[in-house]
């Protein structure tokens, strides 16, 4: 970022103290992908620890059958393909086994000694069947990156895999809309999309390895949802077997279709426990033509929060993203990526704001006027502003590389939590405060906890506390929760933002779902899956 | 128009031959809405055709009790106020009563005897809960705008009419986010927001007289649903209330909450058969500060087309609506109105083109660039662009007076579509070329078709192919029935893209709906509404 240009006529007139920004439009390219390093995914995952023994209270259901080598069998002869079966029942797969029992955070594993990849609905149909029948319990797994501990086994599940399901079907320049098997990977689907001038209507860090139907099974969020909105507004059909082996053919390509329930809306977000989504159809926007980011330091939540309104009202209809990330998260960066601080000072608070449009000319001149208000009126204290496609990623691996430096110093206790807006940081000082007061955070290596963080996604009010500790520690874990629930629940926040509920957060439902909705929901898992064969220990 | 400008430079440079366009943004204020005339509203209802006539495969559901003078007693006390039951069964109130028995279409009448208004949703939950003891039928009614028939009874059903519920509970500026009893009528919330700079996500004609509860009850779409997405995307929360009377608070104001399956989604157009949504949580954009219209004239749907893709490609993020219009459509409300036309020449077809954005200055040039594109390839023949809020509002009524015109001329065969784009106007042909050949349409009181007419919202590929006859004719019905249903069918299109199901389209699901689906939504309504009181002999 050494290089930047002086000042716009526009700041200058502003009289912003350190002249840093430079202002160049740059061409559209997606965001390199956290790509999960050989090191945390070949790791022996054996190391892990088994989920059943992190949470005693999780029982094996005992009405659920044993799977026996005729199963296997049955299974084998079903699915045809060599590579569709791995069978840890009659042989010994446990080292091509264990990467589908564990998650990548080395947080969660299972005991499965089966695992499918059934290549198309009619497989899954036959598969889920056969196991409804024979009351086998079953996890539906995409590319495994949730956070949650929602696509690995607790027991012996068996784990019914996506991947050979990674066809694109069709894709019409017209209206924009993708239709594309379960299994397709995010990146892959988004890099066919930028081939035809569009975009893939979300994006987040794990994009390199996440299946396409499981961000919608989960209903991810991500990076850009405050510009192109939710799933439930952007998927326009689904196809998904029912437990009882139904083929749901609800995979339209209607924009608008008032016919009835919108059943498909049930499956995203419901995390695999009522069926499994085998294609999705999904509207996709035009890509944009220019895209811009600039880096923020700012001394104040508050003055983070002006930014934003600021931004939301001058940037408005190009506005793509708004990240929060604090000060601790970009030493944390720092330390692990040994790269040089974009900025020449250190603030308690940084921004990434990111516009997307379709004219390069006016983006810039709409960025130009909103650096000028937010510099002149002090509510930015330095800044600086991407000039060409290698700025562009350095600067956004100053919010993606979080994740990876915290999975470098040890364990970390993740809440993916929504606040209202003024609130948002207030989490971060309070549970750093206790955490402090208890005697629990500190620079060397008696205290547990090496580093309470905050970033997130300002423009949806979503934020991500992580505590950092040297390893997984029980009386940390029990200083945080419920006490983190709790104060959430004092302001009707969510518990899970974006992450879902998996093994993690399902006991806390009732913190941000009063018991009616919890009731209901019940009922609906019993109306979909009688046996609680999908994803059992799980969600609700 | 006549005051039309001349030519920017721009226009100049792409030698059009006509110039007409002139270019000025103009400050937004809202559409004035339709306004359901008083000599449409008050005229003696009792000429409408009863729908138990109309349809007289549809019979009382014996299983139904009879509303009797203890019921009404009962509700009387319930609901305290005089003004919340319009009482027909113990006294002669049929005048009172008739406008919530008939549609503002007249073609829809019930034999409703009661109307109750709760005032909010523990009335509610008051009143279903004795019906469903009861066995009482229910029809949920709010601004009464329909077009199938789903908001008015058929026999003796009881009316909940939501009128009484409209206050505005809350809006914070900061996340846009406005919570809203579901009897509050559509331009009230958005005149609301307009003093606090912000907009409803959806507007529609009947938005004077229609209920936001209404509008997400029935997933209505509009005229900016191309801009501001679907309500399964906007709305963040519900309140309803159970066939049973369980008060469903789902009334969360956050932009992401994933903890649990998303069950408001459900009540998004299920059109009252499932609960009674008494309050809405809603996701509102910032106002637009510029708000520009054009009208186009185009020698063909081929044009139409490629100006639709112009249009999405070059005016991109600040596209809110594109609109088309055939002649027929447009002489009609050039007969009605006695208005003189936008344009001089006349066309087979005509667009309406509206920009919102944040910079006048920049969507000016947006649009002047894509005018340049459009007229100079000869794509747009002749064009008009609104220079000030008089012009804005009389280009819109082109559009938005296409109904009203309609419903002087007699009875109108509507059919509310999504095709596939390339085919959109296909089916107008198609069904003028059939109705004509079968000797229906001509210009004397001989023939019973007058018009055979297609609008509709272009960039949702949302058609409204309206029949207009003399009187409502069963052999033009027959012939239209279910004609066009298999003709949509073949392209998988929708028989109903936003007006939903009502009496009009219930039985004609299977050509939009497979069977699987249709027994899907089966199960669901009898989990929720086992007795089936709510809102019988529509929907499913």
Not at 111 to 127: C, F, I, M
Request: aromatic share 8%.
């Amino acid at each position: 970022m050494s290089s930047a240009r002086n000042l716009t006529a526009a700041l200058r007139r502003a009289r912003v103290p350190r002249p840093r920004l430079a202002l160049r439009p740059i061409q559209f390219t997606p965001l390199t992908a956290r790509t999960f390093s050989a090191s945390t995914r070949n790791a022996d995952s054996r190391e892990i620890k088994f989920t059943s023994d992190a949470y005693p209270n999780l029982k094996r259901n005992p009405n659920f059958g044993e799977i026996s080598a005729d199963d296997v069998a049955h299974f084998k002869e079903l699915l045809g393909s060599q590579s569709a079966v791995i069978d840890g029942v009659t042989t010994d797969a446990t080292d091509d086994i264990e990467p589908f029992n564990s998650d990548w955070m080395r947080k969660y594993r299972g005991h499965t000694r089966l695992v499918l990849k059934p290549g198309n609905a009619q497989e899954v149909s036959k598969v889920l069947k056969y196991c409804n029948e024979r009351k086998l319990a079953v996890v539906p797994q995409g590319g495994n990156t949730g956070l949650v501990g929602g696509s690995v086994p607790v027991f012996d599940e068996i784990v019914i895999n996506t991947s050979r399901m990674n066809q694109i079907r069709s894709f019409d320049p017209a209206s924009g809309v993708l239709v594309a098997d379960a299994g397709v990977i995010l990146e892959v689907a988004d890099q066919y999309l930028a081939e035809h001038d569009h975009l893939f209507p979300l994006d987040l860090g794990a994009k390199g390895s996440c299946h396409i139907g499981g961000n919608v099974s989960t209903n991810a969020g991500g990076l850009r949802l405050l510009r192109y909105g939710s799933l439930h507004g952007s998927v326009l059909g689904l196809e998904a077997v029912l437990p009882d082996g139904t083929i749901m053919d609800a995979l339209s390509t209607l924009r608008k279709n008032n016919t009835g329930y919108d059943l498909k809306q049930l499956f995203i977000g419901s995390e695999g426990t009522i069926g499994l989504v085998t294609a999705v159809s999904i509207l996709c926007p035009p890509r944009p033509k220019a895209v811009n980011v600039a880096y923020f330091g700012l001394e104040s939540f508050d003055h983070v929060q002006k930014a934003f309104l600021a931004a939301k009202g001058q940037l408005s209809e190009i506005l793509s993203a708004f990240e929060l990330m604090d000060g601790r998260s970009q030493s944390l960066v720092r330390e692990s990526t040994g790269n040089k601080y974009p900025l020449e000072g250190e603030y308690p608070f940084y921004c990434l704001v990111e516009t997307s449009g379709s004219n390069a000319e006016h983006d810039m001149a709409k960025l130009e006027s909103f650096l000028e208000s937010v510099m002149g009126d002090g509510i930015v204290a330095d800044g600086v502003l991407a000039q060409d496609e290698t700025q562009f990623q350095a600067l956004w691996r100053w919010r993606e590389g979080i994740t990876e430096s915290l999975s470098h110093l040890g364990g970390t206790y993740k809440y993916d939590v929504s606040i209202p807006l003024s609130d948002l940081y207030l989490l971060v000082e309070d549970c750093k405060a206790r955490l402090t007061e208890m005697g629990f955070v500190g620079d060397d290596d008696s205290f547990p906890v090496r580093a309470v963080v905050g970033y997130g996604h300002m423009g949806d009010s979503n934020l991500h506390l992580n505590v950092s500790v040297r390893q997984y520690n029980k009386e940390v874990e029990k200083a945080i929760e419920p006490w983190v629930y709790e104060w959430i629940q004092k302001r009707k926040g969510s518990i899970s933002a974006e992450h879902g509920l998996g093994v993690a957060k399902r006991e806390f439902i009732g913190y941000s779902q009063n018991e009616t909705m919890v009731k209901l929901m019940k009922q609906l898992k019993s109306v979909y899956d009688p046996n609680g064969i999908m994803n059992p220990y799980k969600y609700i």
